[in-house]
Each structure stands twice: as C-alpha cells, then as structure tokens.
C-alpha cells in the first residue's frame, strides 16, 4: 500500500511563492511517474505537472514557467516549488503516484493541501 501525505499550502499574495511538498510510503516511489493535480471550487480537477521516474518534468501551459517539479528519491518526496502565482492558481493541489503511463490515469493519490492565493 502506498500513502501520499502533501504539506506546504497556506495563503500567499499575489506574485508570492509556495512549495508543496509530498512524501510518500511504500517501495514503488522511484520508478513511478509523480504528479501535482489540483482544482478548484466548481472546477474539474486538472493535471498541473508531473515527473518520471527518472526526473523528466511535464507542465501545463498554464504553469510552464513559473512552478517546477522535482523529486529526491532518497527522501521518497516530490516538490512543487510555485512562483509568480496568481489568484487562479488558487486551488486544493493534490499529490498523485503513477501507477504505469501517466496517461492511463491510475494511482494514489494524497489527501490534498490548500493553496490560496490572495491580497
């Protein structure tokens, strides 16, 4: 069984940075893809970046730029380090561990951390 635990959210102003942090439990966690999801209120939930196993990262348009992904497998942790970040960035933002191609769509996920994004 794998569990995912997300720290790092809280309220910052607008152009502030954040970064999120996910540890995650389990003998998997350094081959599998990791990922940072997040939504909003009234909102799907989106794909906002992940990582391959072997450090490759992959970002939504709406973040490339400003956030970045990274892992340290020897601490079994994924980061989201958030910069320039704007009231729509608001959201709770979800760790997530891969189970085969990002693209299937399987795995865990982690309980969520709140992101608010306000003056």
């Known amino acids: 069984q794998v569990q995912l635990a997300e720290s790092g959210g809280g309220l910052v102003q607008p152009g502030g940075s954040l970064r999120l942090s996910c540890a995650a439990s389990g003998s998997i966690f350094s081959v599998n893809a990791m990922g940072w999801y997040r939504q909003a209120p009234g909102k799907q939930r989106e794909l906002v970046a992940f990582i391959s196993g072997g450090g490759i990262p992959n970002y939504a348009d709406s973040v490339r730029g400003r956030f970045t992904i990274s892992r340290d497998n020897a601490k079994n942790t994924v980061y989201l380090q958030m910069t320039s970040l704007k009231p729509e960035d608001a959201a709770v933002y979800y760790c997530?561990?891969?189970?085969?191609?990002?693209?299937?769509?399987?795995?865990?996920w982690g309980q969520g951390t709140q992101v608010t994004v306000s003056s």
């Open positions: 997530r561990l891969f189970l085969g191609p990002v693209a299937r769509g399987q795995g865990y």
